[in-house]
């Protein structure tokens, strides 16, 4: 099984991928058998959505190593920090990008909000309402929502508030084992043929 981490910051420094590659380091403690690899948009940004994306425009050449590496996925998790309220565009841009090729579809993924202070939650909501239409990614029903990030999931002990530190190592330690479970439940829906997106390659 291959989980995909896709760090939706435009910060080439990001706690984005701070919780990126934290969430990695608990994958590989609590389920050695899976795969992993992250996708940092700040430090690797895909351009802007337009047209030549379907017409073979040359900047949008590297982006097909990312669809197959996509496609050989079981499952994401998507990580968004909230700015100003929203997600921010590189994330947006990622499903856009992504749009109703099929590398994404029928296969679940886990929703990561942050912020620095309480908020958090309208990324989730925003991401819940909008990114699957096409795309087809299946959300589970947990997620995380990280706030006072500055204090949680630092690799230098000494810098994280331990009660809430801890709180969300193990609360995604839960929210992880969640995502492999529904990866292993989806694949009988690919592997069904019911989720064939020829017919209808747009959702409604």
Known sequence: MKIGIISGSHRTDSQS?????????????THADVETWIYDLGKAPLPMWDEALFSGGEHWAPLDELKAQCTDTDGFVVIAPEWHGMAPAAVKNFFLVMGNGGELAHKPGLLVSLSVLTGGANAICELRMSSYKNSRICYIPEQLVVRNVLGVFNEDAESNNGEEHDYFVDRGKYALNQLIEYAKALRLVRDSGAGDLAPYPNGM
């Open 17 to 29: 991928a701070k919780i990126a590659n934290y969430l990695n380091k608990l994958l590989a403690e």
